[in-house]
């Protein structure tokens, strides 16, 4: 569906424009202004995506399901085969989720295979979706915004301080030049998260003074290592289980959780400290990451989120979170208030949206109309910096105080990104990596 009227595509058209031609230093004109300078009717938001695999084909998705006029014009993936599958599903005629071959303009010119690509994708878009593995998310954010362009990416945004300290200067200069960005920390986009949230606001549960937060589940994917792939080339595969790539399991799933509690509680914890390790996924195809993780962290008037998020087969699983208030207790799975024994308010879950969806609908819909009306980046790399400090607190069985964590300037990224080039860890003769230990693995001494 395309818009209404002539007036807000041209608008749309010159504040897409515009933010672009921002990025280049021509233009000081306010970002917003409606004085004509494209007489345009083209209302086409051009998007491109930053790696494909599964979320990336799910983001692309749901942006071209929006009800704005949404074009794909651009893939990027460090390998041909998953930017092939993205682009089969994207232009499958009979995809489930629906029929959106005509939306995808790419062509063999515009897709782009390899480290660089994004450099050469993100010229081609209006809007460019990030859902590379969270490794990489500061260079590109970095480079999006650079380009003039509005961003969606996804959580974490970050795997070291290093990496977030760039994310939330790359976050100011995106408020600067009016660029939104959506984080794809979806809770923030869900009804009866926002429901509730109203609620604690309003005051209904009075002073927040802890909370649990869990994502306990059997784990994720392991791609087996394969005859003549490079080291670089095997944790770029099994990514998940590379701090550099993925910075572990609490910052990867549990950050949706931890999100929460920051989120109502309207901060960020100041310290942490916690318990963690590798009991049952100890084999070489685990890579380096823990399969348990138990954080308390401490905001700054004293209270309490305990986290806890495991990754072991054949274990009790809840992904949740509870919020304890001084008047009543938040239970968000269940979408309700209550206080000793009474129901205080129940959202009704038939009235919950697809928060995916809608992250996407709210997005190009602002996009369309001109609007600047997102700017997720802060709080997405706030959240990203909470689960770090968590992971660095278990790994290290230290203290760790936010700041100090913050401006470490501590980076676990690659110096060089090539396939022949060593990532930062790497397996010894028995194929098996360095894993943090507790007493031993020191971050400040
Ligand atoms: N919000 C959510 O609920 C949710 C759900 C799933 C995934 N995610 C997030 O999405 C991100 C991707 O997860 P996924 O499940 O899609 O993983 P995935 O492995 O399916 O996809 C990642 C893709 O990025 C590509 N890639 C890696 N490095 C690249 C680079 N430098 N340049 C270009 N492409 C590169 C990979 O080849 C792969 O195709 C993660 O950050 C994950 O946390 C969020």
């Known amino acids: 569906m395309k818009s209404t009227n002539e007036t807000s595509k041209t608008s749309r058209r010159e504040f897409v424009k515009q933010s672009s031609m921002m990025a280049g230093g021509l233009l000081a004109a306010p970002l917003m202004s409606h004085a004509g300078y494209f007489n345009s009717v083209d209302d086409t938001i051009k998007v491109a995506v930053i790696g494909c695999g599964g979320r990336g084909t799910g983001a692309a998705m749901q942006a071209l399901l929006t009800k704005q006029n949404v074009k794909l014009v651009a893939m990027a993936d460090a390998f041909r085969d998953r930017l092939d599958e993205c682009f089969n599903a994207l232009t499958d005629e009979n995809n489930e989720e629906g029929n959106v071959k005509s939306k995808v303009t790419v062509t063999e010119a515009t897709k782009f295979v390899g480290f660089d690509g994004y450099l050469k994708a993100i010229p081609l878009a209006d809007v460019v979706i990030l859902t590379t593995p969270p490794g ?49 920390l979806q809770r923030h986009y869900q009804n009866s998260y926002r429901e509730l949230y109203k609620r604690v606001q309003d005051g209904m549960i009075g002073d927040l003074t802890s909370g649990q937060v869990y994502w306990n589940s059997d784990g994720v994917w392991v791609k087996m290592r394969e005859k003549n792939q490079t080291e670089m080339e095997y944790q770029m595969r099994n990514w998940y289980y590379f701090n550099w790539l993925c910075g572990d399991h609490i910052n990867e799933q549990h950050i949706h959780n931890i999100d929460v509690m920051n989120w109502f509680k309207g901060g960020y ?107 997720d980046a802060d709080n997405g790399a706030k959240a990203t910096m909470t689960a770090i400090m968590g992971r660095m607190a278990t790994y290290s069985g230290e203290v760790m105080e936010w700041d100090k964590v913050l401006n470490s300037g501590i980076s676990i990224m690659p110096t060089k990104f090539a396939w022949d080039a060593n990532p930062p860890t790497l397996p010894d003769a028995n194929g098996l990596y360095p894993i943090a230990t507790p007493g031993l693995t020191k971050y400040f001494s």
């Open 269 to 375: 914890p100041v310290k942490a400290q916690g318990m963690g390790g590798r009991q049952a996924r100890t084999g070489k195809d685990f890579g380096e990451i823990y399969d348990h993780h138990f954080v308390e962290f401490q905001y700054a008037d004293g209270s309490i989120m305990n986290s806890q998020c495991r990754h072991i087969k054949g274990t009790y699983s809840i992904v949740d979170e509870t919020l304890v208030g001084t008047k009543g207790t938040v239970k968000c799975g269940a979408a309700q208030i209550v206080h000793k024994g009474k129901t205080l308010y129940q959202y009704d879950k038939k009235l919950e949206n697809n928060p995916y969806q809608s992250e996407h609908d709210e997005l190009f819909a602002a996009i369309a109309k001109g609007e600047y009306k997102f700017a």
């Open 136 to 184: 990489f998310r500061p260079i590109h954010f970095a480079e999006a915004v650079k380009q003039g362009k509005h961003v969606f990416m996804e959580k974490p945004v970050a795997t070291d301080p290093a990496g977030v300290k760039k994310v939330l200067e790359t976050a100011e200069i995106a408020k600067q030049k009016k660029l939104n960005v959506v984080v794809g």
